[in-house]
């Protein structure tokens, strides 16, 4: 019988493969569902920094009555409830979903600037969630904020979480940084119990016809997964903390390859939104069957087999790695 567990965030997880944060997730009965198909652990839907501001404010709602009196930034916030139940129906969410199943439970705060809203995190912690996970979600616009003051709220917001809570702390990242190595590693001596490689930034549209901005989250595609497996290969010797994958998880191979560069789990979402929530069981099958064909005997046989430290050419994730893929198209 081959051995699929592995350990994420000091958590014993009976297989590699974690359903990511999406609206699947908002549901107690899907998350049985999930569980009962072999998921070893769940990530709810995020809470918003806006949402837990706007509550500690005794607001419920923005409507345009309320509008004018509240900050700038909070002035346009639409109703999320049906998205994540608001901030007092998150916390009564983790409360239900730790007593219907019995795999670990993560919650999901996504901000960007630390500030009174991060204590939050304590009663997320109170309200039963094994692990917390911080979607730091900013998109840097402003021509007069630089890099490295970035980086710097990115480590104050860590610093501020880590220090509210005992329960171990992942951070969900997007790959735009000048030097993701770099900010990694500071991530990773400031505590960080897990870096969640990467978050996907919904991309607006141009709608021609009416001249409008439009939004749209498309789901994801198998091909984004090589972001995930390079950085993931380059950071697996460097830091302590241990790596997530997300984005572009569509099968049983998918995680081969994802524990090959060393990470320690890989979560799915998108090909949950489009073939159901059953075909977790096809995904596990999947990676038995590729285990039992390769007599490899556990998941933690292949652990980071790949990683740029180990793999025999380790230009291979790098700049060399591009001129070769130029060279080949000549051939
Ligand atoms: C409809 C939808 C809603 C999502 N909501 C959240 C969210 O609330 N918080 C979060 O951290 N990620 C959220 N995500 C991102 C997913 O958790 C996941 O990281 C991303 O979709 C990449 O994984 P995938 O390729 O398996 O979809 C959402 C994704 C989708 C498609």
């Known amino acids: 019988m081959t051995d699929l567990s592995t350990k994420y ?13 999406s609206p699947l997730t ?11 198909a072999g998921a070893a652990a769940v990530v709810l839907p995020s809470l918003f920094e806006e949402q837990i501001e706007l ?5 419920a709602e923005v409507t345009p009555m309320n509008q004018q009196s509240l900050p700038d930034a909070l002035q346009h916030l639409p ?11 998150y916390l009564a969410h983790i409360y239900q979903a730790k007593k219907a199943i019995s795999i670990p439970v993560i919650a999901s705060l996504n901000g960007y600037y630390s500030g009174g809203w991060v204590q939050y995190a304590r009663l997320i912690e109170a309200a039963g969630a094994d692990a917390l996970e911080l979607n730091i979600y900013y998109l840097a616009t402003k021509p007069n ?8 709220m990115y480590l104050h917001l860590v610093r501020d979480v880590k220090s509210a809570v005992r329960i171990p702390v992942a951070v969900k990242l997007s790959p735009y940084f000048s030097a993701f190595a770099h900010m990694a590693s500071q991530l990773d001596k400031l505590g960080a119990d897990g870096l969640v490689l ?9 709608d021609l016809e009416t001249r409008e901005v439009v939004s749209s989250l498309d789901l994801s595609s198998q091909s984004e997964l090589r972001l995930r497996l390079r950085w993931a290969a380059i950071l697996s010797s460097h830091v302590k903390a241990d790596l997530a994958l997300t984005g572009g ?19 799915v979402a998108s090909v949950l939104l489009k073939h159901g929530i059953e075909h977790i069981k096809q995904i596990l099958a999947e990676l038995e069957q590729w285990l039992g064909e390769n007599e490899e005997e556990s998941i933690a046989g292949i652990q980071g087999i790949m990683s740029q430290q ?22």
Not at 55 to 59: D, E
Request: glycine share 10%.
């Open 9 to 21: 965030l000091g958590l014993m997880l009976k297989n590699p493969l974690i359903v990511s944060a």
């Open 26 to 36: 908002a549901y107690v009965d899907n998350l049985q569902r999930m569980e009962i």
């Open 55 to 59: 509550q500690g404010m005794g607001v």
């Open 79 to 89: 109703e999320m409830k049906g998205y994540n139940r608001g901030a007092n129906g």
């Open 145 to 152: 904020v630089s890099g490295q003051e970035i980086e710097e």
């Open 198 to 206: 990467f978050n996907r930034f919904y991309q607006p549209d141009i």
């Open 249 to 267: 998880v569509e099968n049983g191979t998918d995680i081969v390859k994802g524990m090959m560069a060393g990470a320690k789990v890989t979560a």
């Open 310 to 331: 180990r793999v025999s050419d380790p230009a291979a994730f790098e700049r060399a790695n591009y001129m070769n893929v130029l060279k080949s198209l000549e051939e």
